[in-house]
Nanobody, 124 residues
Framework: QVQLVESGGGLVQAGGSLRLSCAAS????????TGWFRQAPGKEREFVAG????????VYADSVKGRFTISRDGAKNTVYLQMNSLKPEDTAVYYC?????????????????WGQGTQVTVSS
């Protein structure tokens, strides 16, 4: 089992940047494909970005391609989400999630492990 803790959220103006971190404890994080999801008020949780166990492959939602970058640091057991050119519509609670078996999964049902979330608010 793995425990996940997100950090790095906050309030930023449109056009600004934030970097989210997802720190893992328990089992070695490199055994898990990892994804970032977000949930805005009144909306379903949606996939944002995913990274393979090795870190060599990534996948992004169309809405964030070219603006967000997911990466992982095996030595630190941490996955990051660099968010640039932020827009008000990026406002949401951002969650990190891990799954031990399916690479490039974009659906929440494939992720058994979740963090508590971190709030990102982008003002116009």
């Amino acid at each position: 089992q793995v425990q996940l803790v997100e950090s790095g959220g906050g309030l930023v103006q449109a056009g600004g940047s934030l970097r989210l971190s997802c720190a893992a404890s328990g089992r070695t994080f490199s055994r898990y494909a990892t994804g970032w999801f977000r949930q805005a008020p009144g909306k379903e949780r949606e996939f944002v970005a995913g990274i393979s166990r090795s870190g060599d492959d990534t996948v992004y939602a169309d809405s964030v391609k070219g603006r967000f970058t997911i990466s992982r640091d095996g030595a630190k057991n941490t996955v990051y989400l660099q968010m640039n050119s932020l827009k008000p519509e990026d406002t949401a609670v951002y969650y990190c999630a891990a799954n031990p078996s399916r690479e490039y999964a974009t659906r929440t049902l494939y992720y058994p492990y979740w963090g508590q979330g971190t709030q990102v608010t982008v003002s116009s």
